[in-house]
């Protein structure tokens, strides 16, 4: 049953379906994928702000549906470990979370337009299967989150799609550093997930929502969440080391090191509901990584002869 209660209290509840913690997971890659096309000599601010604006919108779409797919499918209970789920602890009704959810695709899509009229039907492609991949992360007849595949559709949703598809708006064309930042970003991105998931093991559980954490169990959770934090700054040195990326991301990057070796250290000591405060890490590191990333792709074409 929903409760009632003042305006401030309304506008907290849904501050809190849109999980601000998250959003960075869709900034980051944006911000990355529209510095590249800059560094390569391509851009335009009104495909960057509509691009960014879009992310968001698709991120916060993501979100409430995820509140209210859960809430639906009893997913979400009161031994819930994470943040509050609006829907569930009826701070807002399911139907309002399920329309704010319509209105935020529809909003995106939207935006969408704009950039499918730059770049033509590959855009039109990428918008659809976006929009799928919202409705069906929690919802659908084989939900992704239920079946292990919330870490997949991070990495390929919030990496590949996001970085190589805003790239492709900028420059209309496609090249291998586009793909391989990509894949940078997608692997924290798969982190900020695996979190998420380690974190929900025992409800999940008893839910019988199979993630991947449910189907590998904590202590392999702990490795590959290892894997996923220090793999993007391994593959970055290494591409510098061949040639294939100048001296300043390497330098760059080195400062999101530090954090990157706390998170990894923290989380092979916590579980459950400890594992909260990692999220909204995890999620920093991904922006921060992003942003250092870019400052070393501008700096690169500044400097050339770095």
């Known amino acids: 049953m929903q409760k009632y209660f003042g305006p401030v209290e309304y506008m907290s509840a849904w501050i809190m379906a849109i999980r601000p913690r998250t959003l960075p997971a869709a900034i980051g890659p944006i911000f990355l994928g529209n510095a590249l ?24 779409g993501v979100n409430l549906a995820n509140d209210y797919f859960d809430f639906k499918s009893g997913v979400d209970t009161d031994e819930r470990l994470g943040p509050t789920r609006v829907t569930q602890q009826g701070l807002l009704a399911p139907e309002a979370v ?3 959810m319509a209105m935020s695709l529809i ?4 935006v969408g337009l704009y950039l499918i009229y730059i770049a033509g039907p590959v855009v039109a492609f990428l918008a659809a299967f976006s929009v799928l991949g919202a409705l069906c992360y929690s919802g659908g007849p084989y939900p992704l989150a239920s079946h292990g595949l919330g870490e997949v559709a991070a990495f390929l949703y919030f990496g590949l799609v996001a970085i190589v598809g805003v790239y492709f708006i900028q420059t209309g064309t496609t090249v291998y550093e ?11 991105n798969a982190a900020i997930m695996l979190v998420n998931n380690t974190r929900d093991i025992s409800t ?35 591409h510098w080391l061949f040639g294939d990326l100048r001296g300043f991301c390497v330098l760059a990057i080195l400062f999101a090191m530090p ?4 998170l990894v250290s923290a989380f092979q000591q916590q579980q459950g509901a400890a594992l909260n405060p990692l999220l909204g890490k995890t999620a920093m590191l991904t922006l921060l990584f ?4 870019s400052a070393g792709l501008i700096a690169s074409r500044l400097f050339p002869v770095s």
Do not use: E
């Open 178 to 188: 586009a793909w391989f930042v990509a894949s940078c970003l997608g692997l924290l």
């Open 107 to 110: 909003m995106a899509v939207t």
């Open 259 to 262: 954090l990157a070796r706390n």
């Open 204 to 238: 999940d559980q008893k839910a019988g929502k199979r993630t991947l954490a449910v189907r590998i169990g904590q202590a392999n959770c702990r490795s590959l969440y290892a894997v996923l934090v220090y793999l993007p700054f391994i593959l970055v040195i290494l």
């Open 37 to 60: 096309a800059w560094s390569h000599g391509y851009f335009t601010w009104l495909i960057a702000i509509s691009s960014m604006l879009c992310a968001l919108l698709l991120q916060i």
């Open 98 to 100: 399920r329309n704010a």
């Open 290 to 293: 992003s942003l250092l990333l």
